[in-house]
């Protein structure tokens, strides 16, 4: 068979659809597959973890499908895009059911606990819309993309790396939380730039031209 040149990642939680639609927007060339074969995700040049739900089922069903070394090696041998819990899931635990992550970045995940603005407006939760992303440093997924663009997120939790130099981006609701994550070949974000217009497109781009 020959070889993927996008993997993205179906464990049967979340859109899948959106995620590999705007992959194929971005690159018409590059053939995109939404797979939950072990053996592509492995092989595949490029892979994208994406999802929506709660991290204990997540977790669940990604071990059900007998996926979880295949993601473990794309994290560490070729480019990797996280996306929301596709984010999540990459650390050690999480207080959503208290679950245990995969442990490939150091830190938890935790619960939005503040639900009132520095003027007193109240915060719903889960934080859904659009937000300002702060970059910290430069990225070449973050090339093209003025930092304060804003992205879509919809999470009632987020990441908290017990590596702050971890962090390649931020937002405040009210507080600061981390929105994205870079590691080597691995890159990680809280939104969705599958739903974030041409900030998110530009995103997806940058991701599949990228050459760690």
Known sequence: M?????????????????VSKALEHVAPELNVVVT???EIIHDARRVVFPGQGAMPDCIRELDARGLRSAVQHA???????????????LFDRSEEG????????????KRFTQHVDQQGNKLKIP???????????????WQNIPSGERFYYVHSYYVAPADDTLTAGYSEYPDRFTGAISMGNLFAVQFHPEKSASAGLQLLHNFVHWKP
Do not use: E
């Open 2 to 18: 020959k070889t993927v040149d996008i993997a993205v990642v179906d464990y049967g939680m979340g859109n899948l659809r959106s």
């Open 36 to 38: 939950s074969d072990a």
């Open 75 to 89: 994290t560490q041998n070729k480019p990797f895009l996280g996306i929301c819990i596709g984010l999540q899931m």
């Open 98 to 109: 208290d679950a245990a992550g995969l442990g490939l970045v150091r830190g938890q995940v």
């Open 127 to 141: 934080h859904m819309g659009w937000n300002h992303v702060h970059q910290t440093r430069p990225h070449a997924l």
